[in-house]
C-alpha cells in the first residue's frame, strides 16, 4: 500500500535533503502531521522567505538579504585584506571568533575535478575583479584543509601572486580534513595567527 499522496510528497521532499534517508524522511513527515497548525505555517514559510529573500552579495558572494551585504558596507573593516572562504557557514565562524576584521570572499565551492567543478563554476572571476579595483595587500585562502581545499589554495595563489599582492594559507592546526565549520574559536584565531605565505 502506498502512502495517501500529501503525506508521500513531504516524505519525497524531506528525502531531498543531505544526510536524509527514507526512514528518517518518513519519521520526520509524520512528526510534521503532529505539531500544531502554527508551527507547520512558520515552518513552511520560513522555507519560503529563506529562498525569496536571500542573495548572493554582488561583492564577496556571501548569503544576504541586502546587496551589498553588512560586512561589505561596513567601512569600518579593513578592506585590505581578503578572507576567501568555500561558503557562508565559513563567514559565520569567523565571525563569531571576532578577531578579524577584514574582508572576506566566499567562493560557493571548491575545484574538484571529481565531481566536475572547474574555476569558472565558482566565484573567483568576482575575485579577481576586486583585487583589481581595490587596495587589497593580502588574500588569506581559507579553505578547508581536504585535497580539494588545498588544490583550490594553490590554484588561487597562481592566479593572484602574479598582481603583486600577497597570498597567505591559515596554519592548519586544524587537521587535516577538518573543515572551518567545525573548528573551535582558538582554534581559528591561531589557524589565523599563524597563517604561511603560498
Ligand atoms: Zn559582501
Known sequence: MDYPSPIAKLINSFSKLPGIGSKTAARLAFYVLEMPEADVSYFA??????????KYCSVCGNITDT??????????????????????RD?????????????YHVLQGVLSPMEGTGPEDLNIASLIKRLQNEEVKEVIVATNATAEGEATAIYLSRLIKPAGIKVTRLAHGLSVGSDIEYADEMTLFRAIEGRREL
Not at 93 to 103: D, L, R, T, V
Open 45 to 54: 514559510q520560513a522555507l519560503i522567505n529563506a529562498k525569496r529573500d536571500l
Open 67 to 88: 546587496d551589498p551585504c553588512m560586512i561589505c558596507s561596513d567601512k569600518g573593516r579593513d578592506q585590505s585584506t581578503i578572507l576567501v572562504v568555500e561558503d557562508s
Open 91 to 103: 563567514v559565520m565562524s569567523m565571525e563569531k571568533m571576532q578577531e578579524y576584521h577584514g574582508c
